[in-house]
């Protein structure tokens, strides 16, 4: 790596020193470099070369999440071009990207770029010089000749030079004193105050690059935080903190919203959470009204959710001013509405057969035990579900524990895809479309519903699936011969087909109501899906889905075990039950308690997992089958919530080019044109000079 001072005493020591970074670059990377300058570069003459376009291409950032032109990145090339040739070389390219190695890459790239004669340092001349050079002429002028320029440079006869430390330093400070210049300019009577024009003026060349296009349109309104027309110095200072401190600001404003009850959030909710969650980082009440005053477009005393600062923190952010629920959450037509419901159902059921297929030999060895009577001499088949397991294997094989699996596929589809479509509609309903919030009771109402809604599907399915599931059994004890699922339906009939329907809807309307709130409350406040823009892992996601249905399950049991007496055929000596509540009383008088959480265990084991997987492939099919017409709903993506991969020296390139920009918003633009160009002596043998 790249010794880290800079202050060489001539361009030769500078290259020596990246040459060194050259040599301990692995060689896999100056592979990846050498085909990006080969996808990019244009023959020209006898060689390949990037000229300003293409050099662009290569090093802008895909997908970036700033309002900086892609164009701007052109004002780097002048640092590439290091033989001022305008054109940069494979040699170049590969100086160039071993430089944006280094952990200082941004503030060396803009010493670089000052550094005109590759000294090391830069003197007073030259500092004013490329500055010049680099702002538009109708820039609102700078003073060099000032006692802050002196702090660091001394007199203009350049007894004092900036070495690299020095000038980093130098470029933090420099737009502050930019902007009390720039005020001092505007304000020619003297009296503390510009208009509203001249404050636009003065954000647009320091932090125009920064700020979303509702922001800039709604800048002269700043005057409305005091009596008057006008805007103080306060005010503007004020604003230009919250824009340099906007990383903290998003954070507070994140984590306030999500820890509030509501979802939203006032000032004096925000100025409350950045003193307790931050040291020395506080917030003036003047810049918390700024914040306000930009992210509730005027009404600064509202309660504000996480969407309504979006034209704040996401300086892309291009949804008009006046944001209503509609533009936030897309309000869907009928038909529209409708196919979404009848797209998340398709998804829905093949989640479902996914997850029923995964566990349905638990699920068979859990109909088993709950089927057996112990007040049946003669009939106590197993011990345990370990021993269950052990006599199937050895009685039927490993076929014998998918015995029935061809109904619960059939079944399970629209079973599943029901109650997941339904959920997610009445949650989708009764969700804030502003903050994402719904509250507890409507969790519980969704869960519910959807518990309900799938009796339709699960009655039928399960009394089939449960008699093909036993006649192993009942082979063995009674040498019956097994029927098929045909079989079974037309001897059961359409109302024999919701026989105990009764109890199966004491079961899965609890079921549901505890495990869809359980959850989504596992994702969020557990594994923390969300904060910060956090995504969950397959892990995670399993683990949440898992977790959730094992008091779902085991709670559910009783109702279980009366469903499964009431749709199984009885035998002969076993108990008949007329209906819910004779079952209830006669399993407790005749076996006691315990009964009604027989197979408990085993539907922990198989309900637990089998939403696990269920619930893991139906988020997973949403996120990468998603439905494919229609508008989706617009959501704020900043750099904190969307990490991902990015390349470190795209990173820092990016970076280098916020630190110039900080001087003038349109740094560079004004020279863009001529700094392409070269002489035909500069360049190499057979080369034309590259177009501006």
Request: include cysteine.
């Amino acid at each position: 790596m790249a010794s880290s001072n800079p202050t060489a005493s001539s361009g030769s020591g500078k290259l020596a020193t990246v040459t060194r970074s050259v040599v301990s670059t692995p060689e896999s990377e100056i592979k990846r470099w050498k085909r990006l300058f080969d996808s990019k570069a244009k023959t020209i003459g006898d060689g390949k070369f990037l000229d300003r376009e293409s050099f662009v291409n290569a090093i802008a950032s895909q997908g970036d999440l700033n309002r900086i032109n892609k164009d701007s990145f052109a004002i780097l090339f002048r640092v590439a071009d290091s033989q001022k040739k305008g054109l940069v070389s494979w040699d170049d390219f590969l100086l160039f990207e071993t430089l944006l190695k280094r952990p200082d890459a941004d503030y060396y790239i803009a010493f670089q770029y000052f550094d005109e004669d590759g000294s090391g340092s830069i003197d007073f001349n030259e500092l004013k010089k490329v500055y010049s050079e680099n702002v538009c002429p109708d820039s609102i002028p700078f003073n060099f000749d000032c006692d802050w320029v002196k702090l660091y440079l001394g007199k203009k006869d350049g007894r004092h030079v900036l070495s690299y430390n020095q000038f980093t330093q130098l470029m933090k400070g420099l737009q502050g004193e930019r902007l009390r210049q720039a005020f001092m300019y505007f304000d020619t009577n003297g009296d503390g105050f510009i208009t509203p024009d001249q404050f636009k003026k003065i954000i647009m060349d320091l932090a125009g690059h920064k700020l979303s296009e509702p922001v800039i349109e709604r800048l002269p309104t700043l005057c409305t935080l005091s009596p008057g027309q006008k805007i103080s110095f306060s005010e503007v200072q004020a604003f230009i903190n919250v824009i340099k401190d906007m990383d903290m600001v998003e954070r507070v404003i994140r984590e306030a919203t999500a820890k509030s009850k509501d979802g939203r959030i006032d000032q004096s909710d925000f100025l409350n959470y950045a003193a307790a969650s931050t040291r020395y980082g506080l917030f003036s009440p003047m810049e918390a009204d700024v914040i306000f005053h930009f992210a509730s477009r005027g009404q600064s005393n509202q309660r504000l959710a996480l969407i309504d600062f979006a034209s704040l923190l996401d300086p892309r952010w291009t949804i008009p001013a006046d944001l209503d629920e509609a533009q936030v959450k897309p309000k869907y037509s009928f038909w529209e509405q409708l196919a979404r419901s009848m797209y998340g159902f398709g998804l829905g059921g093949i989640a479902g057969g996914i997850g029923a297929s995964i566990v349905y030999p638990i699920d068979l060895v859990k109909t088993r035990m709950q089927n057996q009577r112990s007040t049946v001499v003669g009939q106590l088949l197993y011990k345990n579900s370990w021993d269950c397991v052990q006599k199937v294997f050895r009685n039927e094989g490993a076929l014998g524990f998918y015995r029935g699996l061809g109904p619960q596929l059939l079944g399970v589809a629209p079973e599943k895809a029901i109650k997941l479509t339904v959920n997610d509609l009445v949650r989708g309903r009764a969700t804030d479309p502003e903050t994402g919030r719904i509250s507890l009771p409507w969790e519980l109402i969704a869960g519910g519903t959807a518990g309900g809604c799938q009796v339709v599907f699960t009655n039928p399915l399960e009394i089939v699936k449960i008699r093909l599931q036993i006649q192993g059994e009942a082979a063995k004890v009674e040498g019956a011969v097994p029927r098929g699922a045909i079989h079974i339906v037309r001897q059961l009939g359409l109302v024999g087909l919701y026989k105990g329907a009764s109890a199966c809807l004491l079961r899965d309307i609890p079921f549901s109501a505890i495990y869809f709130p359980a959850y989504a409350h596992l994702k969020k406040n557990v594994f923390g899906e969300g904060y910060n823009g956090k995504k969950l892992s397959f892990t995670e996601l399993l683990a949440s889905a898992a977790i959730a249905g094992m008091p779902a399950s085991y709670l559910a049991t009783p109702a279980d075990v009366v469903k499964t007496r009431l749709q199984v055929e009885a035998r002969k000596g076993q108990s008949s039950y007329s209906g819910l509540a004779d079952a209830f009383v006669k399993i407790y008088r005749e076996e006691g308690f315990k009964a009604f959480f027989k197979g408990g265990p085993a539907r922990v084991l198989r309900s637990s997992p089998q939403f696990g997987f269920t619930l893991v492939a139906y988020e997973y099919l949403q996120k990468y089958l998603p439905f494919p017409w229609g508008e989706q709903p617009k959501e704020l993506q900043t750099l904190i919530n969307t990490r991902g991969p990015e390349d470190m020296s795209r990173v820092r390139a990016r970076n280098a080019l916020k630190i110039l920009l900080d001087v003038h918003g349109d740094f560079g633009k004004n020279i863009s044109a001529g700094a392409g160009k070269g002489t035909s002596a500069s360049l190499p043998k057979g080369v034309a000079p590259a177009p501006a």
